[in-house]
């Protein structure tokens, strides 16, 4: 078995399905894989109509079921940056390197390879396979695959997202709330800088008013908050504007977030956020009124909430016996599915350190637990009757 995961890792690994570029050719090749297997899928695509995501299932139709899901893009590269090119799977020392043998083509081969023997038994339960596009930039697959599945069905039992925990089960995370927002001010001469409106001393103001924010959240964190750091966070990821160092800059973009571990501290940010925004617009339409500050949204996924008695903590319980449950700080699209009303679970192989990382490798002993596990979850839940 893990001879035909590395075979489909490697066809994996070799479509540079980067973040927001197309990933019609990995689909296909899905697509191409499960159909004759009898697989039911359904295909939901990108406005745009260049990415889409995928849902199969096998076994009986109807509500419950087990979904693996992985997302099937992956972050750039810098190929200078990699000892062995990023899009070929390299073997040596007990690891498969490339980009994505962690984050997470590594999972999405090991259920592949797993589908020809879950469509040999006879599955009481459904097993769905849910592959999502753009998870590595703002989220923006995995809501239109839960619109559908709401929409019209089935409405699964629980989920298994495959990203990369060491095989350790993560049952809560912060969630991954991105924004970008665009100061637009007026050139100028910078000698005359009363006369001109800056786009980038407005969008420096405006950090600084994050910041605050962000140093504010740790005194707003309960007291038994388990994750590290304990409270939520802000980052100001990207700052660019301006055109030459003697002129005011007409235009600035900041490239924002926070990680929120509870709703009241996303309200307060944001409130927050909208006020200063009001206060330093007002300032800038003084000299050009027809400056303006707007922010787009370009994802507000809720963590994962960690839920006793969950049904995806209990299942993971069922595979792997007793296991210690943890939480973690970056964001999955297990927040997206528990929102929908599908239980969710965070489990895969691979190591999260290294991924996003040049020389992104996996184990090949994690490979080999994860097909364990995957076989016992054939073998032992889904052909036993509820």
């Known amino acids: 078995m893990l001879d035909d995961t590395l075979k489909i890792l490697d066809d994996l690994i070799a479509f540079e399905s980067v973040a927001l570029t197309p990933n019609l050719d990995l689909i296909d090749y899905v697509v191409n894989y499960l159909e004759p297997l009898g697989a039911r899928l359904t295909l939901t695509h990108s406005p745009d109509q260049t990415k889409a995501n995928l849902f199969a299932t096998l076994g009986p139709e109807g509500n419950g079921g087990i979904v693996l899901s992985g997302h099937s893009d992956v972050v750039p590269v810098d190929p200078a940056d990699w000892a062995t090119p990023p899009f070929t799977t390299d073997y040596r020392q007990g690891r498969v390197y490339g980009r994505g043998t962690a984050d997470m083509k590594g999972f999405i081969a090991c259920v592949l390879a797993m589908a020809p023997?879950?469509?040999?038994?006879?599955?009481?339960?459904?097993?769905?396979?849910?592959?999502?596009?753009?998870?590595?930039?703002?989220?923006?697959?995995?809501?239109?695959?839960?619109?559908?599945?709401?929409?019209?069905?089935?409405?699964?039992?629980?989920?298994?997202?495959?990203?990369?925990?060491?095989?350790?089960?993560?049952?809560?995370?912060?969630?991954?709330?991105?924004?970008?927002?665009?100061?637009?001010?007026?050139?100028?001469?910078?000698?005359?800088?009363?006369?001109?409106?800056?786009?980038?001393?407005?969008?420096?103001?405006?950090?600084?008013?994050?910041?605050?924010?962000?140093?504010a959240l740790p005194a707003l964190a309960p007291t038994d908050s388990p994750y590290n750091p304990p409270s939520s966070t802000v980052n100001a990821g990207v700052i660019s504007g301006g055109i030459a160092r003697c002129t005011v800059a007409g235009d600035c973009v900041v490239e924002w977030e926070m990680r929120p571990i509870q709703d009241s501290d996303a309200d307060f940010v944001r409130a927050e956020l909208a006020a200063t925004t009001e206060s330093l617009m007002a300032e800038m339409r003084q000299v050009c009124p027809e400056a303006s500050i707007e922010t787009e949204t370009v994802c507000e996924v809720r963590g994962l909430a960690l839920v006793e008695g969950s049904p995806a903590l209990s299942l993971m319980g069922e595979l792997l016996g007793e296991s210690p449950v943890e939480v973690v700080s970056y964001g999955t699209e297990a927040g997206l599915y528990q929102t929908a009303g599908v239980p969710a679970v965070v489990w895969g192989p691979g190591d999260i350190e290294v991924a996003h990382k040049p020389d992104e490798s996996v184990a090949l002993s994690d490979l080999e637990a994860c097909l364990e596990a995957l076989e016992k979850l054939g073998l032992d839940i889904l052909t036993k009757t509820l």
């Open 117 to 215: 023997r879950y469509a040999a038994l006879d599955l009481k339960r459904p097993l769905h396979i849910a592959l999502t596009f753009d998870e590595e930039d703002g989220f923006h697959g995995a809501p239109i695959l839960l619109e559908e599945l709401v929409r019209n069905g089935p409405t699964p039992a629980a989920v298994i997202i495959g990203e990369p925990t060491g095989l350790r089960v993560v049952g809560a995370h912060k969630g991954c709330f991105e924004y970008t927002t665009t100061f637009t001010g007026m050139n100028g001469h910078s000698s005359l800088p009363d006369q001109a409106v800056s786009a980038v001393h407005y969008a420096v103001r405006f950090v600084a008013r994050l910041l605050e924010l962000g140093a």
